[in-house]
């Protein structure tokens, strides 16, 4: 099957998703341990708000609810390692291992487990269009994502606690959906609007959710309503 079309990306980076109800232990951790700037809040609908926090180009998105979020599998996204001032083997308040090192090779580089490593390299590779950059490593920008072969995944949700989905910044989400679609890629969520972002969700071969972004401050147009 034909690789899909260059993606024109709207940012140099991608960033990625948590889901907690410990948004407390969340801004002590970003915040308080590692000094990242807080960028803003979005409120999502159906019980969550959006902390957002800044690492190089990348956003660290925290979905807070009050609602108790049930205990959920780990999914294939595991770990992050981060650039930082100091080397530190921390954890997010769900559990969440984040590794800071001084000399990283990117800002945020995400871990990931997959089931099938040639899946995983065509998938972020040649459908999603990151950059190879090492045994089953891709990149985009200052962050990097980089997969070790292991037991198939539990697959769950993007909004149960824990690190759930990383983000790319594109310019016209519903067509790259469509054509991500028709090379057979999984569609969990169709594209929909919130304020002047329109976003759909895709899931790799191994079910994790990669959401397609089309944010009006970034590429510079207003985006489609519905």
């Given at each position: 099957m034909a690789a899909t079309a260059a993606i024109a990306f709207a940012k140099p980076a991608f960033d990625v998703g948590f889901a907690t109800n410990d948004l407390d232990g969340f801004r002590a951790l970003w915040e308080g341990r590692l000094g990242l700037a807080y960028d803003h809040l979005a409120k999502l609908g159906g019980g969550f708000h959006q902390h957002r926090w800044r690492q190089g180009d990348s956003i660290l998105k925290v979905n807070h609810t009050r609602t108790p979020l049930a205990a959920a599998p780990v999914g294939g996204y595991r770990a992050l390692l981060l650039a930082g001032d100091e080397d530190a083997d921390l954890q997010t308040p769900d559990g969440t291992p984040i590794v800071v090192r001084r000399v990283p090779g990117a800002d945020l580089t995400l871990r990931a487990v997959t089931a099938d490593t040639d899946a995983f390299a065509r998938f972020y590779?040649?459908?999603?269009?990151?950059?190879?950059?090492?045994?089953?490593?891709f990149r985009l920008g200052e962050s990097r994502i980089v997969a070790a072969e292991g037991p198939a995944p539990a697959r769950a949700g993007w909004?149960?606690?824990?690190?759930?989905?990383?983000?790319?910044?594109?310019f016209d989400c519903d067509g790259l959906t469509a054509a991500l679609e028709r090379q057979g890629v999984e569609v969990g969520m169709a594209p929909r609007t919130i304020g002047q972002v329109r976003y759909s969700f895709v899931r790799d071969p191994d079910g994790n959710w990669i959401e397609?972004?089309?944010?009006?401050?970034?590429?510079?147009k207003p985006v489609r309503e519905g």
């Open positions: 590779g040649e459908r999603l269009g990151l950059k190879p950059d090492g045994p089953h490593a909004r149960e606690r824990g690190l759930r989905y990383m983000t790319v910044q594109i397609l972004s089309e944010r009006a401050s970034l590429t510079g």
